[in-house]
T-cell receptor
């Protein structure tokens, strides 16, 4: 069965430091996409970054990078130079035939 | 600017009543999705559509229905609302053959 696992319910990081949010996935389908979404306290779901299963290089979007290790079935999100505005829930998700399967999320708190 | 909107943003209803949540997107995306978000579960797929007249059941479709009569709209109907359907509901859309989904602002539904 397809599944996304986020084992860190909460993380703390100091402003300007880097932080890694963990995500592992399980699927037998060779074609899939991996995503990270941010949900601030206001509630909207904000797309951050995407990695295709056939992409050779790790995806990067500004301060966000996705550490894709296919053999280990992991897709960790790295946020560099954390900012106070990064405090939010972060969801890892996987697409199979265009449908999203979400993990349970990690709450990130950035402190000064 | 193209966008995806949901209405109402907040709704209180009573058990047994029929409720319809609206989702409207102006991106001309063929793919549209409905998710519900509950604590400890992340987001779970309710129904989805790959185009006009196409609808499919997701992971948690019992008690919900959708219809797709045009590209822009995918209304979600709760035929007879139950307290277990108290949740936050998100609509999302994506282009044909593209995996990245963009989310609406969400509807918070309370069933008393």
């Amino acid at each position: 069965a397809q599944k996304i696992t986020q084992t860190q319910p909460g993380m703390f990081v100091q402003e300007k430091e880097a932080v890694t949010l963990d995500c592992t996935y399980d699927t037998s389908d060779p074609s899939y996409g991996l995503f990270w979404y941010k949900q601030p306290s206001s509630g909207e779901m904000i797309f951050l970054i995407y990695q295709g299963s056939y992409d050779q290089q790790n995806a990067t979007e500004g301060r966000y990078s996705l550490n894709f290790q296919k053999a280990r079935k992991s897709a960790n999100l790295v946020i560099s130079a954390s900012q106070l505005g990064d405090s939010a829930m972060y969801f890892c998700a996987m697409t199979l035939r265009f449908k999203l399967i979400f993990g349970t999320g990690t709450r990130l708190q950035v402190f000064p | 600017d193209a966008e995806i909107t949901q209405s109402p943003r907040h709704k209180i209803t009573e058990t047994g009543r029929q409720v319809t949540l609206a989702c409207h997107q102006t991106w001309n995306h063929n793919n549209m999705f409905w998710y519900r978000q509950d604590l400890g579960h992340g987001l779970r797929l309710i129904h989805y559509s790959y185009g006009v007249q196409d609808t499919n059941k997701g992971e948690v479709s019992d008690g919900y229905s959708v219809s797709r009569s045009n590209t822009e709209d995918l209304p979600l109907t709760l035929e007879s609302a139950a307290s277990s359907q108290t949740s936050v509901y998100f609509c999302a859309s994506s282009e044909t053959n593209q995996e990245t989904q963009y989310f609406g602002p969400g509807t918070r539904l309370l069933v008393l």
